[in-house]
């Protein structure tokens, strides 16, 4: 873990926690960790009806498909999902999360949990003083438990309650977020 933390450092981590407003909207940052292109095409809509700034997050090593066979307990995303301290290794993304106001992050669901990248990203960047909204794509899983597990392992971040967005409704999205007082687009 220190090893990825060490490529990872300078990676957009910052000690400011101020708002930053931009003519009184909120600055939205929309992350995801997408293996396959399902998540990132459902965080690309949320960023569009938010407008907010999009961004992957990209292991150094991409997935295949036999790595991410969940019916083989050797694949590399199932040895990954089986060890709470698998941090895989992500590419250095080219963001200064200091300018944003509230970090989307979305991720399929692996084993009920957000894959070990999400995590990385999470240690990799300075989220203190920034809302953090999960979502989370799924072909049958609930996101209420990878949430939880996020709340327990970050429990000093500003979470606020997660959403399933398999399909993306601007009317729906915007109601949802309407709870958390946020002036988006």
Same mark, same amino acid.
């Given at each position: 873990?220190? #090893?990825?933390?060490? $490529?990872?450092?300078? %990676?957009?981590?910052?000690?400011?926690?101020?708002?930053?407003?931009?003519?009184?909207?909120?600055? %939205?940052?929309?992350?995801?960790?997408?293996?396959?292109?399902?998540? #990132?095409?459902? %965080?690309?809509?949320?960023?569009?009806? $938010?407008?907010?700034?999009?961004?992957?997050?990209?292991?150094?090593? /991409?997935?295949?498909? #036999?790595?991410?066979?969940?019916?083989?307990?050797?694949?590399?995303?199932?040895?990954?999902?089986?060890?709470?301290?698998?941090?895989? #290794?992500?590419?250095?993304?080219?963001?200064?999360?200091?300018?944003?106001?509230?970090?989307?992050?979305?991720?399929?669901?692996?084993?009920?949990?957000?894959?070990?990248?999400?995590?990385?990203?999470?240690?990799?960047?300075?989220?203190?003083?920034?809302?953090?909204?999960?979502?989370?794509? /799924?072909?049958?899983?609930?996101? /209420?438990? /990878?949430?939880?597990?996020?709340?327990?392992?970050?429990?000093?971040?500003?979470?606020?309650?997660?959403?399933?967005?398999?399909? $993306?409704?601007?009317?729906?999205?915007?109601?949802?977020?309407?709870?958390?007082?946020?002036?988006?687009?």
């Amino acid at each position: 873990m220190a #090893a990825v933390l060490a $490529v990872m450092s300078g %990676a957009g981590a910052s000690a400011q926690n101020s708002k930053v407003m931009n003519n009184n909207k909120t600055k %939205a940052l929309v992350v995801c960790f997408s293996a396959t292109g399902t998540t #990132a095409a459902v %965080a690309k809509s949320l960023a569009g009806i $938010v407008g907010g700034d999009f961004r992957t997050i990209e292991p150094v090593e /991409s997935y295949t498909a #036999a790595d991410l066979d969940w019916h083989d307990s050797r694949s590399r995303s199932s040895l990954e999902m089986k060890d709470p301290k698998s941090r895989p #290794a992500i590419r250095k993304m080219d963001i200064d999360v200091s300018r944003y106001d509230v970090v989307f992050i979305g991720y399929p669901i692996w084993w009920g949990l957000a894959p070990r990248a999400v995590n990385t990203f999470i240690e990799s960047h300075d989220l203190q003083g920034k809302m953090v909204i999960p979502f989370a794509t /799924s072909g049958g899983s609930g996101i /209420s438990s /990878s949430v939880s597990a996020l709340k327990r392992e970050y429990p000093d971040l500003q979470w606020k309650d997660g959403r399933l967005l398999n399909t $993306v409704d601007a009317g729906s999205v915007r109601s949802w977020l309407g709870q958390y007082g946020l002036d988006l687009n």
